[in-house]
């Protein structure tokens, strides 16, 4: 079984701090997605890295994928209340079906 | 503009009683999941299928079944519901299997087993 986990579980912060959230795995995929989710919806995608060593910028995002394609990373600067949401990472593991397997999950919420 | 559409948005259902989850799609997608969902955590993948008549388990099966009769419908069944399926259940679909396709998610079920 592969497993996707999240750090951390939770994070608060102030506006305007930075912060990053790390996805790990003992298991290499053969992409991974970064996701967000707000209360009462589905996750929305916000980003696809496919290649190790990948760097994506998003605004104020930043999403990196592992070398090895196990671990990847999101960087938010100069959080915003309007960033708040449970971030999901989810890879995909190659083969015939491709299933997308999701993180633990990280829970962010920016105080203005 | 519908994209992925689930019903009932939530229920509640006593022990040892069954109900089917309904979810279907107008955006032609081949592939599509039941995923369930604790609160604040990631998604768990119950089901998933990648075309009609063609379905297979994922991480979590036990205690739920699905069918797969046309593109656009993927209902979930559960069979003598148990309060460990308490949960909030997504339905999703995407357009292929390939890296970059993106999963488009319901809205969810919200569903409570007492």
């Known amino acids: 079984t592969q497993l996707l986990e999240q750090s951390p579980q939770f994070l608060s912060i102030q506006e305007g701090e930075n912060l990053t959230v790390y996805c790990n795995s003992s298991?290499?995929?053969?992409?991974l997605q970064w996701y967000r989710q707000e209360p009462g919806e589905g996750p929305v995608l916000l980003v696809t890295?496919?290649?190790?060593?990948e760097v994506k910028k998003l605004k104020r995002l930043t999403f990196q994928f592992g070398d090895a394609r196990k671990d990847s990373s999101l960087h938010i600067t100069a959080a915003q209340p309007g960033d708040t949401g449970l971030y999901l990472c989810?890879?995909?593991?190659?083969?015939?079906?491709?299933?997308?397997?999701f993180g633990t999950g990280t829970l962010l919420a920016v105080q203005p | 503009n519908a994209g992925v559409t689930q019903t009932p948005k939530f229920r509640i259902l006593k022990i040892g009683q069954s109900m089917t989850l309904q979810c279907t799609q107008d955006?032609?997608?081949?592939?599509m999941y039941w995923y369930r969902q604790d609160p604040g955590m990631g998604l768990k993948l119950i089901y998933y299928?990648?075309?009609?008549?063609?379905?297979d388990k994922g991480e979590v099966p036990n205690g739920y079944n699905v069918s797969r009769s046309t593109t656009e419908d993927f209902p979930l069944r559960l069979e003598l519901a148990a309060p460990s399926q308490t949960s909030v259940y997504f339905c999703?679909?995407?357009?292929?299997?390939?890296?970059?396709?993106?999963?488009?998610f319901g809205q969810g079920t919200r569903l409570t087993v007492v």
């Open positions: 890295v496919v290649t190790g060593g």
């Open positions: 955006m032609n997608h081949n592939y």
């Open positions: 298991s290499v995929f053969s992409s």
């Open positions: 989810a890879g995909k593991n190659g083969g015939a079906t491709n299933k997308l397997i």
């Open positions: 999703a679909s995407s357009y292929s299997l390939y890296d970059y396709s993106e999963a488009f």
């Open positions: 299928s990648v075309g009609a008549g063609i379905t």
